[in-house]
Structures are given as C-alpha cells and as structure tokens.
C-alpha cells in the first residue's frame, strides 16, 4: 500500500543542514558532487507527488481518515 511505501521511503530522509529532511547523495551532478553530498529536489518533488495526493485522498475519506488520517498529515507537514 502506498501508506507503507511512503513511510518506508520517509525514514531514509536525513535532516539537511538547512532543518528540512531531504534524500542527498553522491553524484549528483556538479563540480561539488565529487565532494558532497547534494539534493536533487526535482527528484524529491517527484517523489513526494503521489504521498501528497495520497494524503489528500485519505483526508476526503472518512474510513481511510480514522485509519491513516495522522500519518497524512505528517506527510503533508513534510511536504
């Protein structure tokens, strides 16, 4: 289920220096990706796309709200 596929993929998230959680890694792209760990947050926005309309869903639903209403919360808060 996308709700388990969703907090799966979030705890691997590491909290950026910045104070938002982010999936960086090597290679990227870039002089600086040799070096450092870097973001690609088109990447991130396209993973967070289908949490987003998931959570909307869940919030419309009443049974899935009682169910998964907290848990898309948080993924809205993150988004």
């Not at 909307?56 to 009682?66: H, R, V, Y």
């Amino acid at each position: 289920m996308t709700a388990n596929w969703a907090d799966s993929w979030i705890k691997r998230g590491v909290k950026e220096p910045y104070g938002f959680t982010g999936w960086p890694k090597s290679g990227a792209g870039g002089a600086q990706a040799e070096e450092f760990l870097t973001d690609s947050l088109l990447g991130e926005a396209m993973g967070l796309r289908p949490v987003v309309l998931m959570a909307d869903e869940i919030l419309k639903t009443p049974t899935l709200k009682a169910k998964f209403g907290q848990q898309a919360e948080a993924w809205l808060q993150l988004a």
